[in-house]
C-alpha cells in the first residue's frame, strides 16, 4: 500500500512538473522578449552608471593600486659572513662633465681617462651582481676588491629596467622614468650623470659598513648599532629613539642600488631581514610606522619611502600591502588647513617633515600604488605658505611665513619639481641661484642639506649640475671613513659637526644621507630631462602626474 501510494505521488508529481513546464514555455513565447529587452536596457544603463563613476573615482586618484594578498615568505640561502671592506686611499677626479656632454636629449657618451664602464652582460637582477676577479667588473662598483660588498647597478642600453615609470610609461633599457635608471644592464650612465669608479667605491664600502651593523633582529639602531663594531672606532651614536628610522635609513641606500631582497647577491639577506623588521612593526590598525617613537611621522615618512621603494623594484605583493597601508596612513595624518605634516598626525606642518611624506607620495606613484591627488594638491598649498618670503617663491623656511634657510629651500625646491614647477620657472630660477651660492665644502658640514640640493640640482643637468656635482662628490669621498670598523661610513663630528645629523640621527643618519646622495645618478633619472623625452612621445612626466 504504501509503495501504491510513493508510485501514485510520483506519477502526480511528474505531471505536475509537465503543467508546469508547458505553462512556463507558453510564458516565455509571450511575455519573454518584453522582459529580455528591459533587463538588457537596465544593464546598459547599469554599465554607462558603472563607467561614469569609474572615470569620477579614477579622476580623485592619481592611479589604482594592484591587489594585494599574504604571500608565503621567501626562504634564503645562507649568507656567507661578511668581510671588511677595505675602502683605500682618496684617488684623484677621473671625469670631465661639460655643457655639451650634459645634454638633455640623451644620456651622453663620456671620454674617460680610465675606462671603469662595466659593459658585461653578467646583470640579469636588479643590482644583483657579485664580485668577481676580472676588470669587466660585476656589481661590486664598478672595481676589485679584495672583500664581497657592492655598489649599483645602474642604467644601460643593455639592461631593463625593474621598476615602474612614471605614469604609466615603465622603466625599460634603463631609460625609463621611475625606478628604471636601477635595472640591471651596462654602467655607462654612472658616468653619464657625474658618477665616478670612486665614487661608487665609496657607495660599496658604506653598504659593507650597514650590512656590518645590522641587528639580530633583522633592523637597525640610531643609538645601539655599537653592539655589532668590532672596535672603537663607530663613534657617533644618534640621540633620538627611533628603530624603524634607522632600519630605513639603512635600508634605502641598498634599494637605491637596485638591490632587493629578491636580487641574488651577498646583501640579499640583510635586505630582506630589514624589510620584514619594518613590516612586522608596523601598525595593523592604523599602518603607522613611527608609532611610539616621539616623532612618528618623521619616522613614518622616512620608513613608507623605504616599503614603496622596495615594491616598486620587487613587486612583492606583501611588500606592496605595508606600503600601501603606510600611504594610507599619510593622506589621513595631512593636517587639513595648511596642508603640511609635523611630528604628530593632524599637526600642522613644518617643511622638513613635509619633504619626507612627499617623497613618500611621490615613491608611491613611482611604484604603481594609489595616492589621493587632493593630498597632493593640498600639500602644493603648504610649499606656497612655506616659501611666503621669497621674492619667487623659490627659497623656503622651516614654518609657513618664517625666514629662509639652505635646508629648508632644498627640501622646498625638489618638493617643488615633484610637484610640476618647470626648470625655467621663476621659483627654480631663484631656488637654483640661491644653492649654487653654498657649495659642498669641508669647511661646513650639512649632509641633510647636500642630499636634497644634490636631487635638485641632479634634475638641472648643465654647467651648474657640473659645478655642483664636482664639490659634492669630492667632499663626500674625502671624508669617508677609511679605516678600523668604521671603514665605510661618515663621522658625525669628524671633521666637523654635521649639522642637524651629528646629534640626532649620528653616524647611521650621517652615512645614509651621504650614501645615497652619492647614489643620485641612477637613483632617479633627472626630471627634466624625463620631462622632454615623455613630452616627445606624449606621455605624461612624473612631475606632471594627475
Not at 631581514?273 to 616623532?295: E, M, N, R
Not at 595631512?334 to 598626525?345: F, H, M, S
Request: glycine share 14%; charged share 20%; net charge negative.
Amino acid at each position: 500500500m504504501a509503495q501504491a501510494e510513493m508510485i501514485d505521488d510520483v506519477g502526480t508529481g511528474t505531471a505536475s512538473r509537465g503543467f508546469v513546464s508547458e505553462t512556463l514555455a507558453a510564458w516565455i513565447r509571450h511575455v519573454g522578449p518584453f522582459w529580455a529587452v528591459s533587463i538588457a536596457g537596465h544593464l546598459v544603463v547599469l554599465v554607462i552608471f558603472g563607467l561614469v563613476l569609474g572615470t569620477v573615482h579614477v579622476a580623485q586618484k592619481i592611479m589604482d593600486a594592484p591587489e594585494f594578498e599574504a604571500e608565503v615568505e621567501t626562504v634564503l640561502p645562507d649568507q656567507p659572513p661578511l668581510e671588511h671592506f677595505e675602502v683605500g686611499d682618496t684617488p684623484l677626479d677621473a671625469t670631465e662633465l661639460t655643457t655639451e656632454t650634459l645634454t638633455l636629449n640623451e644620456a651622453p657618451q663620456m671620454e674617460q681617462t680610465e675606462q671603469f664602464n662595466d659593459n658585461s652582460a653578467v646583470f640579469t637582477e636588479a643590482g644583483g651582481g657579485m664580485a668577481n676577479a676580472t676588470n669587466n667588473l660585476g656589481g661590486l662598483g664598478g672595481f676589485d676588491v679584495k672583500a664581497i660588498g657592492e655598489g649599483a647597478v645602474v642604467t644601460g642600453k643593455g639592461g631593463v629596467g625593474t621598476g615602474v615609470g612614471t605614469g604609466t610609461n615603465a622603466g625599460s633599457g634603463g631609460a625609463g622614468a621611475g625606478f628604471g635608471g636601477r635595472g640591471s644592464g651596462r654602467r655607462e650612465a654612472v658616468a653619464a650623470f657625474g658618477g665616478t669608479r670612486q665614487s661608487e667605491r665609496a657607495v660599496a664600502a658604506a653598504l659593507n659598513w650597514f650590512a656590518r651593523h645590522q641587528g639580530d633582529d633583522g633592523g637597525w639602531s640610531l643609538g645601539e648599532y655599537t653592539r655589532q663594531c668590532k672596535d672603537s672606532t663607530c663613534t657617533g651614536a644618534g640621540k633620538i629613539k627611533s628603530d624603524p628610522a634607522a632600519t630605513a635609513f639603512a635600508m634605502l641606500p641598498f634599494l637605491a642600488a637596485g638591490q632587493t631582497h629578491l636580487s641574488k647577491g651577498p646583501y640579499q639577506k640583510t635586505i630582506y631581514g630589514g624589510l620584514f623588521w619594518l613590516v612586522k612593526h608596523q601598525d595593523p590598525a592604523t599602518g603607522s610606522l613611527g608609532k611610539g617613537t616621539g616623532s612618528e611621522m618623521y619616522t613614518h615618512g622616512l620608513a613608507s619611502i623605504c616599503l614603496c621603494e622596495a615594491f616598486g623594484l620587487s613587486k612583492d605583493k606583501q611588500i606592496g600591502a605595508a606600503a600601501q597601508a603606510a600611504i594610507k596612513f599619510i593622506e589621513t595624518a595631512q593636517n587639513k588647513e595648511d596642508g603640511g605634516w609635523r611630528y604628530t598626525p593632524g599637526q600642522a606642518g613644518d617643511t622638513s617633515v613635509v619633504g619626507w611624506q612627499i617623497m613618500a607620495l611621490k615613491s608611491a606613484i613611482m611604484a604603481g600604488l594609489t595616492v589621493d591627488k587632493g593630498v597632493m594638491d593640498l600639500a602644493k598649498h603648504y610649499l606656497k605658505l612655506a616659501s611666503a618670503k621669497s621674492k619667487q617663491g623659490g627659497l623656503f623656511g622651516y614654518l609657513p611665513e618664517s625666514a629662509p634657510s639652505p635646508t629648508m629651500t632644498a627640501v622646498g625646491l625638489l618638493c617643488s619639481q615633484y610637484m610640476g614647477v618647470k626648470r625655467k620657472d621663476d621659483p627654480m630660477i631663484e631656488g637654483e641661484a640661491y644653492i649654487m651660492k653654498l657649495l659642498p665644502t669641508n669647511k661646513t658640514r650639512n649632509s641633510y642639506y647636500w642630499y636634497y640640493a644634490t636631487q635638485v640640482m641632479h634634475n638641472l643637468p648643465g654647467p651648474e649640475w657640473d659645478t655642483w656635482n664636482r664639490a659634492m662628490r669630492r667632499t663626500l669621498i674625502e671624508t669617508q671613513v677609511k679605516e678600523g670598523c668604521a671603514a665605510g661610513s661618515w663621522d658625525p663630528h669628524k671633521p666637523l659637526p654635521d649639522g642637524h645629523a651629528a646629534e640626532t640621527g649620528g653616524r647611521i643618519m650621517t652615512t645614509s644621507l651621504a650614501t645615497l646622495t652619492l647614489e643620485v645618478y641612477y637613483r632617479y633619472l633627472p626630471l627634466y630631462q624625463l620631462d622632454k623625452k615623455d613630452e616627445a612621445g606624449g606621455k605624461v612626466a612624473m612631475n606632471d602626474a594627475k
